[in-house]
């Protein structure tokens, strides 16, 4: 079966800092994977997906970038984190016709 | 510019008193309106998928229906355990990105 995993779960991190959010996909190859930014009592907003090795779209423009280097493997940089950058970054992937979301990772921003 | 919209925001039920939730959206071609569950801190869980008005969809104590313009989602007797955030989100066709794009959900509780 498939497992989507995220880490770190839970991250506190100063103003202007650098960021590596990671997530990983088991038991599929190829899948389509996506970020989504969740801010506090809102819905998700989508910020890139990709549908291969190096293919990736932005949605929102802003001072992340993602990065696919491999197959079941994506990955959400900053190189100067804002505080606006603070919420629950989620990772998700394709199964048929279906989005299936890892569990997560709480960023906060001081 | 596919949008969703849910309501109501919040909504707190005795256990056993069944209601509704209510999705409206706008999209040029539905490809699919999908159903999710997200407890605090965690991922959304996927619930349901429906692709065609008149479709319905039951799991325990959850229905969802669809029709052209809005979707509901219908629990039954609720038990605590049914306290959650419900996300509505539409898939227009959009090539091979099955791009989603959600409403705000609505939080409910079931009070004991």
């Known amino acids: 079966s498939q497992t989507i995993h995220q880490w770190p779960a839970t991250l506190v991190q100063p103003v202007g800092s650098p960021l590596s959010l990671e997530c990983t996909v088991e038991g599929t190859s190829n899948p389509n994977l996506y970020w989504y930014r969740q801010a506090a009592g809102r819905g998700l907003q989508l910020l890139f997906y990709s549908v291969g090795i190096g293919q990736i779209s932005s949605e929102v423009p802003q001072n992340l970038s993602a990065s696919r280097p491999q197959d079941r493997q994506f990955i959400l940089s900053s190189k100067k984190l804002l505080l606006s950058d603070s919420g629950f970054y989620l990772c998700?992937?394709?199964?048929?016709?279906?989005?299936?979301f890892g569990p997560g990772t709480r960023l906060l921003v001081l | 510019e596919d949008q969703v919209t849910q309501s109501p925001e919040a909504l707190r039920l005795q256990e056993g008193e069944s209601s509704s939730l209510n999705c409206s959206y706008t999209v040029s071609g539905l490809r699919g309106l999908f159903w999710y569950r997200q407890d605090p801190g965690k991922g959304p869980e996927f619930l349901f998928t429906?692709?065609?008005a008149g479709e319905e969809k039951e799991k325990e104590r959850l229905k969802a229906t669809l029709t052209k313009k809005e979707s509901f989602l219908h629990i039954t007797a609720p038990k605590p355990e049914d306290s959650a955030t419900y996300l509505c989100?539409?898939?227009?066709?959009?090539?091979?990105?099955?791009?989603?794009?959600f409403g705000s959900g609505t939080q409910l509780t079931v009070l004991p």
């Open positions: 998700a992937w394709v199964g048929g016709e279906t989005q299936y």
């Open positions: 429906l692709y065609s």
């Open positions: 989100a539409v898939q227009a066709p959009s090539g091979s990105a099955r791009q989603l794009t």
